[in-house]
């Protein structure tokens, strides 16, 4: 979505409790990409996530916020003038902690880190939240003992087919197939995919054509590859590759943590952000989609890149760098998939970017 002139913005989500604005608005160089701030709104404490409603009814055009506090919110905004501005109030999610959103048959869902569950809200026709209907709590652990001793819920989507909702739970190293119900908000577990434990899977990205998902894993710096069946709302594991170099770096390679994943709109390619090694890795996909190979990594143009978002076109990658403070694009090779850094704008505590 582009406003009434054709011109593209961004929001950019930060942490208010680290010195973030809230919900940045900058402009998009169609050009050259580069970003240039509108202005911001605060009105959200924490938003960490954001996600952008599309088309008509029940959110359609509006931008809804997670508030990422204890207990957790969300918000939806209406982004029609120059600042976005509250629909309502912030609502309570009935869950702690939550780090994503996605809207799903004419609801808000929300994956809430500190609790392990994940909260459905209704949607208003206005694009207004109410109240949470229904909240699927998770079940289970890990290996690692600091980081899953309970459920973490850390993303969650609706699949392709808009017939089910996945949840990705690092605390659990597993993937959650629901069902939600269009009418009451009612989510139903229907399977429970099993991943590596200890590997902490945090987000997934779906391949284009619908028939692949990568799982990125934030305890151990892999992308699970699997299968997925629509029809049966199924969820298969066939492979795992390293999103670093075998080889390490001169001194060691940091801890790294990576945090998101994102596939080329044509399918060839997958990057991940890797906080710690600061890194964006370059991975080709055969024609299939089932085969990931690394090709390089990058540096992120700075500290700690939390979020990567491709601009409209898919010709640009961003990346939220976290601790540095900014925003920092890139131009994509279209023939190897590597990224060459553009330039960056200062974001203080940046978390997410999103396009409308």
Known sequence: MSSDDGA???FIGSFTSAGGRGITVAAVDQETGALTVLGATDTVPDPSYLALGHGPGPGGGALYAV????PGAAAALDITGDLPQPIDGIRPVDGNGPTHLALAGGHLLTANYGSGSVSVLSVRADGSLGPAISVLRHEGSGPVADRQRAPHAH???PDPSGNWVLSVDLGTDSVR???LDPVTGALRLHSETALR????PRHLAFHPAGGHAYVLNELEP???TCRWNAAAGALEPVGETSVLPTE????GDPATYPSAVVVSHDGRFLWTANRGHDSISVLALDTTGEQATLVTTVDCGGHWPRDLALDPT?????AANERSCDVTWFDIDPATGIPRRAGSLDAPAASCLIFA
Do not use: D, K, N
């Open 8 to 10: 593209v913005r961004a």
């Open 67 to 70: 508030s990422e506090t204890e």
């Open 155 to 157: 993303q969650v989507l």
């Open 177 to 179: 197939i629901c069902a």
């Open 197 to 200: 434990p200890g590997t902490g």
């Open 222 to 224: 892999t992308v699970t």
């Open 248 to 251: 390490p770096a001169e001194g």
């Open 314 to 318: 898919g010709r640009r990658l961003y």
